[in-house]
Structures are given as C-alpha cells and as structure tokens.
Nanobody, 126 residues
Framework: VQLQACGGGLVQAGGSLRLSCAAS????????MAWFRQAPGKDREFVAA????????SYAASAKGRFTMSRDNAKNTVYLQMNSLRAEDTAVYYC????????????????????WGQGTQVTVSS
C-alpha cells in the first residue's frame, strides 16, 4: 500500500488543522492506521492510531482531548483533526499502515507499521 499525507501548514497556537492520508490499493479496510510525528532533533513519536474497522482508537497523552483520528474506508483515507494546537505540536507528521488480522487492533509501536507516508509539515507559531 502507498500512503500520501497532506493537510499540514502554518497555524497560530490555539488553531486547528486537519491532516489527511490517502492510501492506494483495494484492501485498505484490512489495515490499522496511525499517525506519528517527528520534531527536529527528536525521535519519532506516536500520536494516534485507529483500528481497521474504525471502531477503536488510541492516543498519546499529548494528543488526548485535542486530536481526533478517524477513517473513511470507502475513500481509503484517514484523518487527524487537530484542535487547540500548541507550539510543541510542531513536527513532520507521518501516517503509517499495519496489515492486521483483528479488526479492533491498534498499536502505538512504530515497528509494527510496515508502510509509511512521506510526511507533512505542521508548524504552530506561538
């Protein structure tokens, strides 16, 4: 599967952005999906994940209550709605896909994800 992320940009603190990640292929509904991010000089970190059927989500503590991950399997797309953005959310955001057996499975571990998008830059000005 190939992943294409978009929707990043420059926003003021307190603002919102919605990231999208479009996937190629006809088996998108068999993949759990996730968003990770990497800030300059820092390791890549987990942000959010969603199960292949969309029924389960997981969030990093820093994202909980501000970010919402969703998916539309008919459009082969996942989304990350980011509200109340902070300067520390500045990073390159990557979407990732994991072929799964269980429809409710999610993972916060990057090593579980076999496919990665190219990343989209999010910059939050304070």
């Amino acid at each position: 599967v190939q992943l294409q992320a978009c929707g990043g940009g420059l926003v003021q603190a307190g603002g919102s952005l919605r990231l999208s990640c479009a996937a190629s292929g006809r088996t998108f509904s068999s993949y759990a999906m996730a968003w990770f991010r990497q800030a300059p000089g820092k390791d890549r970190e987990f942000v959010a994940a969603i199960s292949s059927n969309g029924g389960s989500t997981s969030y990093a503590a820093s994202a909980k209550g501000r970010f919402t991950m969703s998916r539309d399997n008919a459009k082969n797309t996942v989304y990350l709605q980011m509200n109340s953005l902070r300067a520390e959310d500045t990073a390159v955001y990557y979407c990732a896909a994991d072929l799964v057996v269980y429809a409710t499975y999610t993972s916060m571990a990057a090593y579980n994800y076999d496919y990665w998008g190219q990343g989209t830059q999010v910059t939050v000005s304070s």
